[in-house]
């Protein structure tokens, strides 16, 4: 094979690999506080040597994590939290904390908020918050103050990453900031709402349909270029 | 080609959201039901590129480098505790809770069970107990000859005799909180156990320690909401169709690949 083939080798590869993120796109619009996933394809090119010219192949090398605001979905759960506008949630989990804006918190047995895979949820101090046992309707207001009978006695923590592209996912909705964090000076949290998924469907369909024909017009070059050289074969082996 | 499987966790997953939905519409009158609600979480990612890892001869760094999910699971199916209606039924032994608390039954084998179900009945000798025949904690028995019975908030149980102006007091019906109610395990028959994840029951009377009161003659109904449930119904049910659209057109690509020569 020459490079024509290659360079559509590099194309059909980075769509597939696209096709994997819209499948995952998809398979998490029903998840709450997800942020969709997109791929940026980069031209990488290699300089030509002496008079041969250069090539250019399609990578797609980076990743673009979507700060969309998801829909609100009133749950009416007096521990169910969205946030409005940005900032994350900081959970603490075995490896470290993390952030998420999966809001779907219940007290655990010690009466510690926790999300639904367990971990805790810190505080603006970045402590553990403690929901007391005999507390009746626990009511918290838009900066994330948690109260119970008119006593306040938390505060739900709002952060951010210093450079968002220190951000990468990891399961179970959370990210995970490699460099600094700092608090979100203005938070609005929602008691008795969920974000949804921020994944907009018709988009994602759209695009699919978009990287299946671009697939198949790379799989018809391959086609063409086969039957090139082929020809070529056929007309100098004669 | 991991998008068909990755789209199959998807459909996985609306199909249980669509099943917990039909768990709940068909407790819709049930007397105590909390509506459950599935959550999900997406799965681990595949790490493609590194960030900071060279991309052209030039040194160019990326970025942030690719990382590719592998699509969903179910993180919970949770009980969204919640204050149902109360109906009225003018039952004596009918009882609505207000506010937090289950009633304490005490299973055949000795074990403790929660429910909010308040439809309390008789037993032949007198006893109360709840709709399965299990007695209600503290074992309150009411006299044969007694005329009326009167529940209050606290839940203290009154029995009134003929002949006598003042009523006597039976006993008083306690109530339990968990710090955790949505780790209770659900054993059907609008029961449930204590779990590790609920923490332990804490027993007070009604009307303290932040528990909820009773009020006789009413019945908490089903927290199910008709309209909320629909709407995540139509959500589902699309969620599960994009999903299989996803398969069909991973589906083709692999047929063009084959179509390759």
């Known amino acids: ?238 | 080609m991991k998008s068909l499987h990755i789209a199959a966790t998807g459909m996985s997953a609306q199909q249980m959201r669509v099943d917990t939905i039909a768990n709940n519409l068909a407790n819709m009158s049930t007397t105590g039901y909390n509506a459950r609600r599935a959550d999900f979480a997406d799965l681990h990612y595949q790490q493609f590129a590194r960030a900071g890892a060279i991309s052209a001869q030039d040194g160019t760094v990326l970025p942030t480098g690719v990382q590719l999910g592998l699509g969903v699971r179910p993180s919970s199916v949770s009980m969204q505790v919640e204050q149902g209606a109360s109906g009225y039924t003018g039952g004596d032994l009918d009882l609505a809770i207000e506010g937090r608390g289950f009633l304490e039954v005490v299973l055949p084998d000795g074990q403790p069970a929660y429910t909010r179900d308040g439809a309390l009945h008789r037993t032949g000798d007198g006893l109360i107990v709840n709709a399965e025949g299990f007695e209600v904690v503290p074992g309150i028995t009411i006299p044969d000859d007694a005329r009326a019975l009167s529940i209050n908030a606290e839940g203290e149980v009154y029995a009134y005799f003929a002949g006598q102006v003042e009523p006597q007091l039976l006993g008083q019906i306690s109530l339990v909180g968990f710090s955790n109610e949505k780790g209770l395990e659900a054993m059907g028959s609008n029961l449930f156990l204590e779990s590790a994840a609920s923490g332990p029951p804490v027993v007070g009377a009604p009307g303290t320690d932040g528990l909820g009161t009773l009020r006789q003659g009413y019945l908490e109904e089903s927290s199910v909401d008709a309209v909320r449930e629909m709407t995540d119904l139509i959500k589902a049910q699309r969620g599960y169709e994009l999903n299989s659209k996803i398969i069909t057109a991973a589906d083709q690509m692999l047929a063009a690949t084959t179509q390759v020569r």
Not at chain 1, 40 to 56: K, L, N
Not at chain 1, 94 to 114: D, Q
Not at chain 1, 148 to 155: I, R, T, W
Not at chain 1, 170 to 186: H, K, M, Q, S
Request: net charge negative; glycine share 12%.
């Open chain 1, 1 to 238: 094979m020459d490079n024509a083939s290659y360079v559509t080798l590099t194309r059909m590869s980075g769509l597939n690999r696209e096709m994997q993120v819209i499948a995952h796109n998809v398979a998490n619009s029903g998840t709450s506080g997800f942020r969709r996933e997109g791929l940026i394809f980069s031209e990488f090119v290699r300089g030509g040597e002496g008079h041969e010219p250069s090539i250019s192949m399609a990578l797609g090398n980076t990743r673009q994590t979507s700060d969309l605001q998801g829909a609100l979905a009133q749950t009416g759960g007096a521990f169910d939290m969205a946030i409005e506008g940005e900032g994350y949630f900081q959970v603490e989990t075995a490896a470290g904390p993390r952030l998420t804006r999966a809001g779907s918190f219940t007290p655990n047995e010690a009466g510690e908020l926790v999300n639904m895979d367990g971990h805790r949820l810190l505080d603006a101090g970045g402590a553990a918050i403690f929901v007391p046992p005999d507390a009746g309707q626990i009511a918290m207001s838009r900066d994330g103050t948690l109260s119970s009978d008119g006593l306040p006695f938390a505060q739900v923590g709002l952060v951010r990453p210093a450079d968002p592209v220190t951000l990468s996912r990891a399961a179970g909705t959370l990210f995970e900031v490699e460099g600094d964090i700092e608090p979100v000076e203005a938070p609005v949290i929602l008691q008795g709402f969920l974000e949804e998924s921020n994944v907009n469907p018709v988009m994602e369909l759209a695009r699919m349909i978009e990287v299946q024909r671009a697939y198949e017009q790379g799989q018809r070059l391959l086609d063409r270029e086969d039957e090139r050289i082929k020809n070529v074969i056929q007309t100098l082996g004669r």
